[in-house]
């Protein structure tokens, strides 16, 4: 279990809060600034980005390059408290704690591993308060924490706003339920026709108004269900009253705009798409950011013709009326799921002796796309480009994508030979045999079919995998030096469709689909078929972390440095699909029953949980 702690210099300067980021990878990009802005309010923190722009800066200059090394651990929380889980000893909790704690006037306030809001001085770390457990926790059997909690202030009323399993919560600085708020201080956030709702990123407050995202039963961009999955559409609410005040529809509905972008009436069947990470405000404007994902079964889109607004976008809202101002898509038709993912992050820079504010909105691509925030134009040219073309028959491939010409890419993008392990000429020489079982190419080179003829393609290998090389952990800005830091991750992944032969067990009925999670197009060579599920013509799946082993014989695909099960003795080899994990250092041992996808180091340190073990699928 993680917890929370603070840090103070050992030469017992004034003790302060220090909040950090580590990265795996940081990719510098400038932009000069016409001066520095302190939206951090002297300190303080008031949001899990610092404040409604996301930055992710504080102007505290107490912890300097040369004291950092002098710190140590002054006090530390547990992310469960011990009494509270003697209470629900039912409640499973997730071993990730998101919650970057809010500080206002010396007092932090976060969820803890259930998600229950709790206060503690900042100081000393002693608790002040929490949030009382409501009734329903008797009957849940999971919980988990959000990334924060969000403030308001309306004259003398002071409230924090959290989310907490499918309620949308307000409490008063003493932790006590506001009762004019919804029904007994809490907003039922499950729309009609869902069963579900979940959002890791917490609530965002501008002007009276809080915006709410967040994702409907569990279905995933992965595409293991789609049709008709309820739309995940982003909802304004009254901050006193929480009586909801407006719906902006992520996929058009009838005669709205962008609902000739889902060809076939797909539009009608695609609900799942979101806005599952952090969303950002200017304040003095009245627009919220809201970056969204990519459409339902990202991997195949046969049934989807079109560029399937409004996925894949970032979306400036009117935080009052919740109508569209502007929107940028940064990637049509998408077969990668390349979320436009990550906290848009607002500051001011200046470009050729003009002041802009600007908006700057990282993605799984890798780019970093860069607007006037007011108007949506682009600070620099974003040129739409010819990319390869899907061989995928009833695939419909966007024909060009949009490509920023500035700022330069914060991690590699596509891939060629010229990308494989040269260690050693041996190692070398055996990466582009395995490479040749691929396709390479740039980046929007589309997943491509498997070969069972003899040399024949195992299916497409591509930097930036799914998980993106930025995600919601990408993005921060200093606007005294005019910086944007950016995390990203180098990881290859396999994006594979095959021709569906025969049904099996594992076959998901009715449509062509697309999973990490369930092993569709993965089984291997000698598994066995069976069972009467509707067959259909297309199959996809893709490799990284907690998927399935693409190709027969597969059991690793990062940095291309692949084992095969047919070199393992036959005693040893398995039917099933195995694991294939998202680091180099991941263990290959056949024998193991379980297999520990590790992280790189510092991404470990980043989300601060230990490697997992994950069993391998088994059949049936």
């Known amino acids: 279990m993680q917890s929370i702690g603070a840090f103070v210099a050992t030469d017992r300067i004034r003790a302060s809060l220090c909040v950090g980021l580590v990265v795996a990878t940081a990719i510098v ?3 000069p600034l016409i001066r520095a802005q302190d939206e951090t309010r002297a300190g303080e923190w008031r949001s899990s980005g610092g404040d409604s722009t996301y930055k992710r800066y504080s102007p505290l200059a107490q912890i300097t390059r040369d004291n950092v090394k002098n710190l140590r651990v002054v006090w530390r929380r547990p992310a469960l408290d011990p009494a509270l889980k003697e209470q629900f000893p039912k409640l499973r909790t997730n071993n990730y704690l998101r919650a970057t704690p809010t500080m206002i006037g010396g007092v932090l306030y976060a969820p803890d591993a259930t998600g229950l809001v709790q206060a503690f001085d900042a100081t000393t770390g002693q608790l002040i308060w929490r949030q009382a457990p409501v009734p329903d926790m008797a009957d849940e059997a999971t919980a988990s924490s959000t990334r924060g909690v969000d403030f308001w202030k309306g004259g003398s009323d002071y409230r924090l706003f959290n989310v907490r399993n499918g309620y949308l919560y307000a409490l008063d600085l003493r932790g006590r339920a506001i009762s004019a708020f919804g029904t007994g201080g809490r907003v039922n956030l499950l729309p009609a026709g869902a069963h ?68 076939n009436g797909s539009g ?31 991997y195949f889109g046969g049934f989807r013709p079109g560029d399937n607004l409004f996925s894949n976008a970032l979306v400036a ?32 820079i200046t470009v050729d002796g003009r002041r802009i504010k600007a908006v ?29 073309q899907s061989t995928i028959p009833g695939e419909h491939t966007a024909r060009t994508q949009p490509f920023p010409t500035k700022p330069a890419p914060f991690a590699r993008v596509g891939l060629t030979d010229d990308d494989l392990i040269d ?21 929007f080179t589309p997943p491509s079919l498997v070969s069972d003829e003899p040399g024949g393609k195992q299916g497409t290998l591509m930097v930036p995998r799914s998980w ?14 005019g910086v944007y830091y950016a995390f990203s991750h180098d990881i290859p992944r396999v994006y594979r469709l095959a021709k569906r032969s025969a049904p099996t067990r594992r076959w998901t009925t009715g449509v062509p689909i697309a999973t990490r999670r369930i092993s569709t197009a993965c089984r291997s060579s000698n598994r066995p078929t069976g069972g009467s599920s509707p067959s259909t013509s297309i199959a996809a799946s893709t490799c990284g972390a907690r998927s399935t082993a693409m190709a027969p014989g597969i059991t690793r695909c990062s940095r291309i440095f692949i084992r095969r099960r047919s070199a393992l003795p036959a005693g ?41 073990r994950r069993r391998a699928p088994t059949a049936g």
């Open 29 to 31: 990009i400038r932009s």
């Open 196 to 263: 579900r709702f979940g959002w890791t990123s917490g609530p965002i407050v501008v002007g009276d108004v809080i915006v709410i995202a967040g994702n409907l039963d569990g279905a995933g961009d992965e595409g293991q269900k789609w049709k008709n999955s309820p739309p995940e559409d982003v909802r304004g609410f009254d901050a006193r009253s929480g009586t909801l005040l407006w719906t902006f529809h992520v996929v058009p509905r009838g005669g709205e705009f962008g609902a000739d972008t889902w060809g």
């Open 268 to 298: 009608a069947l695609s609900g799942d798409l979101g806005s599952w990470c952090c969303i950002s405000a200017d304040e003095q404007l009245g627009y919220v950011y809201i970056p969204l994902t990519a459409p339902t079964a990202a």
């Open 317 to 348: 809202l009117d935080a009052k009326t919740g109508r569209r101002v502007w929107h940028f898509q940064m990637v049509h038709h998408d077969l990668w799921e390349y979320d436009t993912v990550g906290p848009a992050t607002l500051g001011e």
């Open 360 to 388: 700057m909105q990282p993605s799984k691509t890798g780019f970093l796309y860069v607007f006037d925030r007011v108007t949506g134009q682009p600070v620099w040219p974003i040129e739409e480009r010819p990319v390869p």
């Open 423 to 443: 260690f050693t000429p041996a190692l070398r020489a055996r990466a582009r045999e395995l490479a040749k079982t691929f396709v390479l190419g740039p980046i």
């Open 468 to 481: 993106g090389a930025g995600n919601w952990n990408t993005g921060a800005f200093d606007p005294d030096t």
């Open 572 to 612: 040893r080899r398995r039917s099933s699909p195995r694991h294939c994990c998202s680091s180099a250092t991941a263990a290959t041992s056949s024998a193991a029953r379980t297999r520990r996808c590790r992280r790189p180091a510092a991404a470990r340190a980043h989300a601060g949980s230990r490697p997992r």
